[in-house]
């Protein structure tokens, strides 16, 4: 069956840090991937996405490309802020309306 | 943007009652409304998808006396969590859409039973 693997946390950085965190998937078909963000007592928020191979998706100085070949679409931000601080979850759908979540990464970012 | 109103955001309870969670989504009319569950550090587990004025579908292991999903109008679903008992407190998030948006979810909705 379809499944999402995100790194585990939590990850701690310092304010301006590189950030990646890693997520892979296992699907049947071709899924549309999303990354999620759940700041402290909120529902999730839906970061980026990207709905085909080699897509990239962007938001708030944030990143991720669709990688068939490997299965992947990592997380990225090239210079973190201590209000980017959250659990961040990789997800899929896989043409119907069910969303696979991956267990989520906590994000601490230190000032 | 899209709003989706969950309301409690967090209700405390004696084992024995019954609790019920609504969601609305205030700005569109939602043609799908879907009900998670969040463990501590764990991922969402859908338990259930719901169309407006017909049965919810539950997913596999979800019991459906347990957990009754009212989806009356295109814009509210209630999830009334029947004879709660501890094992039941947890994290319980909504989302809803309508065609082919995406999913917008609400604040959700934190539930301890004593």
């Known amino acids: 069956g379809n499944s999402v693997t995100q790194m585990e946390g939590p990850v701690t950085l310092s304010e301006e840090a590189f950030l990646t965190i890693n997520c892979t998937y296992t699907a049947t078909g071709y899924p549309s991937l999303f990354w999620y963000v759940q700041y402290p007592g909120e529902g999730l928020q839906l970061l980026l996405k990207?709905?085909?191979?080699?897509d990239k998706g962007s938001n708030k100085g944030f990143e991720a490309t669709y990688r068939k070949e490997t299965t992947s679409f990592h997380l990225e931000k090239g210079s973190v802020q201590v209000s980017d601080s959250a659990v961040y979850f990789c997800a899929l759908s896989d043409g119907d309306d069910k969303i696979i979540f991956g267990k989520g990464t906590r994000l601490h970012i230190l000032p | 943007g899209a709003v989706v109103s969950q309301h409690p955001s967090r209700v405390i309870c004696k084992s024995g009652t019954s609790v019920k969670i609504e969601c609305r989504s205030l700005d569109f009319q939602a043609t799908t409304m879907f009900w998670y569950r969040q463990f501590p550090k764990q991922s969402l587990m859908l338990m259930a998808t719901?169309?407006?004025?017909?049965?919810?579908?539950?997913e596999q292991g979800v019991e459906k006396d347990k957990f009754l999903i009212n989806h009356a109008s295109l814009t509210l679903s209630t999830l009334t969590v029947t004879s709660a008992h501890p094992e039941d407190s947890s994290f319980y998030i909504c989302?809803?859409?309508?065609?082919?948006?995406?999913?917008?979810f609400g604040d959700g909705t934190r539930l301890s039973i004593l």
């Open positions: 990207a709905t085909k191979a080699d």
């Open positions: 719901s169309n407006e004025g017909s049965k919810a579908t539950y």
């Open positions: 989302s809803a859409k309508k065609g082919d948006q995406p999913q917008h």
